[in-house]
């Protein structure tokens, strides 16, 4: 089916068929012998394929829940409810739910040095019967140290990481080496971000939030960061293919994302509400109840 | 033997002295001195014979047989119904039968019996005359000006009820005619309160169902149904960002020292 070509000694990459979506853009991989279709993203059939060089990662989060638990959660939460459009509900949307191996870079970070902020505290103060504001500004040295762990950076552009994020809670602590077998026949999407561009977004992240967690330490009522002299480090950086179950819905020119983390099974998902759908369901209500209450009214 | 005779006392005594309520053919004699008439009935030469000729009765036996028509247990039944039907519609009922009808004629004998008589302003009264070849009926009504009881019980009402009941009373089931006489003239005092019952167009009883009330009650809760699952449906459009980055952070490393955190400027301003 495959095999690995060698390069200085070193199992990089292996030959598979890559995929390419002409609608999305997105490009994914499959190792397994089953023709991909459909685009993983948006579940356009305009797709190109190819033969390439896949560059594997060296772990994998492997999947617990199953396509039928995907399917099963999804039909839970659309199927009976009337008011979602029946393009959410038809089986062919269902089926269209699709094993997903994202590529992610998991790191550990390490915050340290001295932040010194200009902090203030404002009092009311009356004299001579005139109301005045006194403010005292103070100069606060913090001296931190902060460590992450296992923070996860979203290394594919087709998916947001505002979503991703909602649900991108995988245990790191037991991770599995690549293994051809665990992927079977699914679709690896492959990364398409500048690693620079990721690294500044996630040491955005980690500073907002250090920040925080110093700020809640000091004893004033403003705080101004006046100068950062604290070192945001990476440490113990891996590349990861972590698991999801993605169906995207494309309803009146935008498209709705169903996502479900393969390990845990929890789940983003947006949904819309139909027009038809309302007026039908409210037609469909009224009738009910007024078949209901004039039979009440006509028996007793 | 003594106590014997004691209890069969008792027991004999019940029936002789506690009330019945069985009907009256009790009347009380009317004279000059004393007409026996209520206090709005004026006593005039025109009227005066009339109220003289007229039983005298006591209006709270609603029930008078004079003709002897009913059994005991049947007057018993029926003063019963007619007691249910007063308190329903807070209209007095009376039912007279006679074979003597004085001197009037039955619908004369009826007014006075009812209006020379102390009974409620607002009321029905039945006359039942056997005295002659056919049996007579007769029903009037009294009642207030403003009163809603000429409407329940129309000229058309009381030929309709006593068309009904004649045939019962010449085929001398008394009983059964005084008895559907009372269902009738409470179901024309049910038709017209309760509103549930109209008469249409073509003189058939209809149900009145309250359309209006059903369309806004199916508008209204077909309304908030739609609503409620509209705002269900919202909830899963508001993707939390929750940006689990808080914990990832290892808390046995937190470290915020504060090395310094000194006064530098003080800054008075007026406040607005």
């Known amino acids: ?300 | 033997m003594k106590k014997g005779l004691f209890y069969l006392l008792i027991f004999t005594s019940f029936f002789l002295f506690y009330p019945t309520t069985y009907a009256s053919t009790v009347t009380y004699p009317r004279t000059e001195e004393d007409f026996l008439v209520p206090a709005d009935v004026q006593v005039t030469e025109s009227n005066k014979m009339d109220i003289l000729n007229t039983p005298a009765v006591n209006a709270s036996e609603k029930l008078y047989d004079f003709a002897e028509l009913f059994s005991d247990s049947e007057e018993g039944d029926l003063i019963r119904k007619i007691q249910e039907y007063s308190v329903l519609s807070r209209y007095d009922l009376a039912i007279v039968t006679t074979n003597n009808l004085n001197g009037f004629v039955i619908g004369d004998y009826t007014n006075n019996f009812y209006d020379y008589n102390d009974f409620q302003n607002e009321g029905i009264i039945l006359v039942i005359y056997i005295g002659g070849l056919d049996p007579q009926i007769y029903m009037g009504t009294s009642a207030l000006p403003t009163s809603e009881l000429q409407k329940i019980y129309s000229d058309a009402r009381i030929h309709q009820t006593l068309a009904y009941i004649y045939k019962d009373i010449k085929d001398a089931k008394y009983y059964n005619a005084v008895d559907n006489y009372i269902k009738i003239v409470k179901g024309f005092f049910e038709l017209d309160n309760d509103k549930q019952y109209v008469v249409d167009g073509n003189g058939n009883l209809v149900k009145q169902i309250p359309w209006i009330e059903i369309v806004i009650l199916a508008s209204t809760l077909s309304f908030i149904i739609v609503i409620l699952l509209i705002n269900r449906l919202k909830k899963y459009n508001v993707v939390q960002y929750s940006d689990n980055i808080e914990t990832k952070l290892d808390p046995t490393s937190i470290r915020v020292s504060i090395t310094k955190d000194e006064q530098v400027d003080r800054v008075l301003s007026k406040a607005k």
């Open chain 1, 1 to 300: 089916m495959y095999q690995d070509s060698e390069d200085n000694g070193m199992n990089y990459g292996i030959a598979a068929r890559r995929f390419h979506c002409r609608d999305c853009n997105a490009s994914f991989i499959s190792l397994g012998s089953k023709t991909i279709e459909y685009c993983c993203v948006c579940h356009s059939n305009n797709i190109e394929t190819k033969n390439d060089v896949y560059e594997k990662k060296p772990y994998i989060v492997p999947f617990r829940k199953t396509l039928e638990d995907a399917k099963n959660d999804y039909q839970k939460k659309v199927l009976f409810h009337p008011l979602v459009p029946f393009v959410f509900k038809s089986k062919a949307t269902i089926e269209a739910i699709q094993k997903v191996y994202l590529p992610v870079i998991v790191v550990d970070a390490n915050l340290q040095g001295t932040v010194d902020f200009l902090a203030g505290d404002k009092t009311k103060i009356m004299k001579e019967k005139v109301a005045f504001i006194e403010t005292k500004k103070y100069s606060v040295l913090a001296d931190v140290n902060l460590n992450y762990h296992h923070i996860i950076l979203n290394m594919t552009s087709k998916l947001q990481d505002r979503l991703f994020h909602t649900i991108c809670d995988y245990q790191f602590d037991q991770l599995l080496e690549y293994n051809p077998n665990a992927l079977g026949d699914s679709a690896i999407l492959v990364d398409d971000k500048d690693l620079n561009a990721v690294a500044d977004l996630g040491r955005q992240r980690i500073m907002k939030h250090a920040m925080a967690v110093i700020k809640s330490n000091i004893n004033h009522e403003l705080k101004k960061v006046n100068n950062n002299g604290a070192l945001l480090n990476f440490v113990n950086s891996k590349e990861v293919l972590v698991p999801v179950y993605l169906l995207t819905v494309h309803y009146k020119d935008k498209d709705y994302i169903y996502l479900m983390n393969g390990e845990n099974g929890a789940v983003s998902l947006e949904l819309v509400f139909g027009k038809i759908e309302i007026i039908l369901f409210s037609l469909l209500m009224f009738g009910l109840i007024f078949l209901i209450a004039f039979l009440i009214a006509y028996f007793l």
